[in-house]
């Protein structure tokens, strides 16, 4: 017996692995993480499979759900949203897990901000810009390192992707024009790969008012930077004056 932590990816069942549309579809006990698992992903689990939904549970009843399909010697598929290794708090289902003695593995999943991206069709990296994509949230009721707290990630001006973080965008948007300036390409992307999936561009300036307007309130991923622009220079990895190891310069 087993818990196998899959990842849902952001919710299009043809975002999921062949991994995971396998182990949903021969599943007999499945935890799933609330509303952010769509229906068209939990409609591949098998009729007779039985489903707990972890948004109503505590961390003790999700281990007592272990410890019966241990008792039953039968795999329990615990479905994370997206990747279960970012905002899954799988870490301390696995310490539960190492202290029973049950064997786990992880399958990793698509993650919302992936998706985001995909929605937008942009490179989340810019030459010259952006080389570096920083995930993380605002501090809400989960605080945040005081050092991690996002007038210093700003500092950086890399690509934000912020998970958890739209209730606070009133809030948010003035901080990060500070670093980013107020003309910053930012977006939010309201359910990913979802039929409702719903897409705000806007700036700093006006992200917030975009947003309020359009009345997204949760499960959106918000990016925020200037390689959002479609200008700015080129990669000089399909630059004809560029050699590498695998090409000669042309001329
Ligand atoms: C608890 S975190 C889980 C993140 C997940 N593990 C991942 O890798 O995408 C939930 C947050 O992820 C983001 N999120 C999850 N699914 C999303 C989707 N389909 N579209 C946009 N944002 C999503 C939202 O910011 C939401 O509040």
Redesign the pocket.
Known sequence: MQVIFV?AG??DPELLTVRAARLLQSCHCCIY?GS?I?PQVLALLPATATRYDSAGMTLEQIVQVYRQAQAQDMDVVRL??????????IREQMRALDALGIAYQVVP????????AA?LRTELTAPETSQTVILT?AAGRTPVPEEQALERLAAARATLC?????QQLEALAPTLAAEYGSDCPAAA??????PE?RIVRGTLGTIAAQVAAEGIG?????VVGRALDRGGPASRLYDAGFSHGYRQAEG
């Open positions: 990842g952001p919710g993480a952010l769509s994370h949203s997206g990747d279960p290794s970012i905002y899954g708090a999943g698509v993650s919302a901000f992936q998706a985001a929605a949230r912020l998970f958890l973080s739209v992307v309201y359910r990913a790969s979802w999936e949760r499960t959106a991923l918000l």
